[in-house]
C-alpha cells in the first residue's frame, strides 16, 4: 500500500500529524542550540576560573531530575537517561575544547 492509496481522510490527518512532527522537531533543534549556548558560556567560566569540564555530581543529579520529569511525562525514563548523557557528553567535550583553548591562549569566544 502506498500514500496514494489511502483514503483522502486518513491522508490529511496523516500529514496534520506529521507537520506536527515537523515542528516539534525544529523547536527541539532550537532548544537545543539554546541550551548549548548556555553550556558554552559555562565553559568559558570554568576555563576562566580552572575548573573541570565534567561535574559529575551534577550530571548525577540532572538524570535524576529527567528520569523523574520524563516518567511524570509519560516518556520512559531510561530514554531520556540515554538522550542526557549524549548531550552531556556533547558539553563536556565543548568544556574540554574551551579549556585547551584557554591554556594555549586562543580565547575562541
Do not use: Y
Not at 553550556?39 to 561535574?55: E, F, I, M, S
Amino acid at each position: 500500500m502506498t500514500t496514494k492509496d489511502i483514503d483522502e481522510s486518513v491522508s490529511t490527518e496523516l500529514n496534520r500529524l506529521r507537520e506536527s512532527i515537523d515542528n516539534i522537531d525544529a523547536a527541539v533543534v532550537h532548544m537545543l542550540a539554546e541550551r548549548f549556548k548556555c553550556t558554552q558560556q559555562v565553559g568559558h567560566l570554568k576555563a576562566a576560573h580552572h575548573l573541570p569540564p565534567a561535574d559529575p555530581a551534577r550530571e548525577s543529579r540532572q538524570i535524576a531530575r529527567l528520569r523523574q520529569l520524563a516518567e511524570s511525562a509519560h516518556l520512559d525514563p531510561a530514554f531520556a537517561e540515554k538522550l542526557l548523557n549524549f548531550i552531556v557528553a556533547e558539553v563536556i567535550r565543548h568544556h574540554e575544547r574551551i579549556a585547551e583553548e584557554s591554556a594555549n591562549g586562543d580565547a575562541g569566544v
